[in-house]
């Protein structure tokens, strides 16, 4: 089994940053792309930002050249550093991952989320 755990939302006013971070644990033997997706209220599920294991990065239009994914393998985490935020970005924001258990099952993760909140 393994588990996806978010940290580092919170309650920031415009123009601040803030750095969110998920770290996966369990029976893990190799983890592929690892993901942000965010949920503001009312809205559906988007993606945010996804790195592969080969550090390519991909980001939504919304937030290029604000957020930043990254990763670091050797402590199972990914992490996104958002700069120049705006109320729009208030959200949820979820991780998730393909990891490859170490049976050999490839499992799709997702963490329980972390509130973040852009507000005066």
């Known amino acids: 089994q393994v588990q996806l755990v978010e940290s580092g939302g919170g309650l920031v006013q415009p123009g601040g940053s803030l750095r969110l971070s998920c770290t996966a644990s369990?029976?893990?033997?190799?983890?592929?792309?690892m993901k942000w997706y965010r949920q503001a209220p009312g809205k559906q599920r988007e993606l945010v930002a996804a790195?592969?294991?080969?550090?390519?990065?991909t980001y939504a239009n919304s937030v290029k050249d604000r957020f930043t994914i990254s990763r670091d393998d050797t402590k199972r985490t990914v992490f996104l550093q958002m700069n120049n935020l705006n109320p729009e970005d208030t959200a949820v924001y979820y991780c998730?991952?393909?990891?490859?258990?170490?049976?050999?099952?490839?499992?799709?993760?997702w963490g329980q989320g972390t509130q973040v909140t852009v507000s005066t």
């Open positions: 998730n991952a393909d990891i490859v258990a170490m049976t050999g099952e490839v499992l799709n993760s």
């Open positions: 369990g029976s893990i033997f190799s983890i592929y792309t």
């Open positions: 790195i592969t294991r080969g550090r390519s990065a």
